[in-house]
């Protein structure tokens, strides 16, 4: 599935980090450290929760958040049971630089397709955009630039994973929120909680944790129900 233009760009951002000392320390930063990754993303979800002007959209952003969920759920699904393309860093013909994981089996899954930070991060992005349009377009922004061209440079991603992600993760926060009917509906449950609304804040607080590991926990106990059922 890996074309010739994949490759070539891959070997051409790596190349710059073997150039330039100082921009392959950069971004590595941007693509592996949580924080700088997820700080531009995350931060406007929270404040637009609990922005005033935006109470009355929790409905569709709980949608929505419930897309981004879904469809990083899909992408790591599909990462394990596809077997299209391997890691750029897994072959070592390409001679990329700072590839350090070389240990397949400790990395767990070795196909790259599609992209399950890309689908995240932009799933978000949307999420935020459908609400908070300058907001949104900044958070793209910096998913495109740490978890698109930074993560692709580091080997991790061709860029068809990444285009891959973004249509799985904006697709399905689109089709959520904006063709789904259920928005004000669920506005409504939402305002009926009251004074128990705490309850909600700190489920939201949960899943945005989760979120900023891909959902590991959520990934976890879907393990442990299959080996349950698999046992019974």
Not at 73 to 79: C, H, K, P, W
């Amino acid at each position: 599935m890996v074309g010739h233009f994949d490759t070539e760009l891959v070997l051409l951002l790596n190349g710059l980090l073997r150039s330039h000392l100082w921009l392959g320390k950069f971004v590595s930063g941007l693509a592996l450290n949580p924080i700088a990754r997820g700080v531009p993303v995350f931060v406007p979800l929270i404040v637009l929760w609990f922005s005033p002007d935006h109470i009355a959209d929790r409905g569709r952003m709980v949608l929505g958040l419930a897309g981004a969920c879904l469809a990083t759920l899909i992408s790591v699904l599909l990462q394990k049971h596809l077997h299209l393309t391997i890691r750029p860093f897994f072959n070592p013909a390409l001679h990329l630089y700072q590839a350090k994981y070389q240990d397949a089996v400790a990395w767990g899954r070795m196909n790259s397709f599609p992209s399950d930070t890309a689908t995240l991060y932009f799933a978000l992005s949307t999420v935020i955009f459908l609400e908070w349009r300058l907001a949104g377009v900044l958070s793209y922004a910096w998913s495109f630039l740490t978890a698109g061209i930074c993560r692709t440079a580091l080997g991790y991603h061709y860029p068809t994973d990444i285009l891959a992600g973004i249509v799985l993760g904006v697709g399905m926060v689109m089709l959520f929120t904006v063709a789904s009917p259920f928005a004000g509906r669920l506005q409504r449950h939402l305002e009926e909680f009251g004074p128990r609304k705490a309850w909600i804040h700190a489920a939201l607080f949960l899943l945005l944790a989760d979120a900023y590991s891909q959902f590991e926990g959520l990934q976890g106990v879907m393990r442990l129900f299959v080996k349950i059922g698999h046992s019974g």
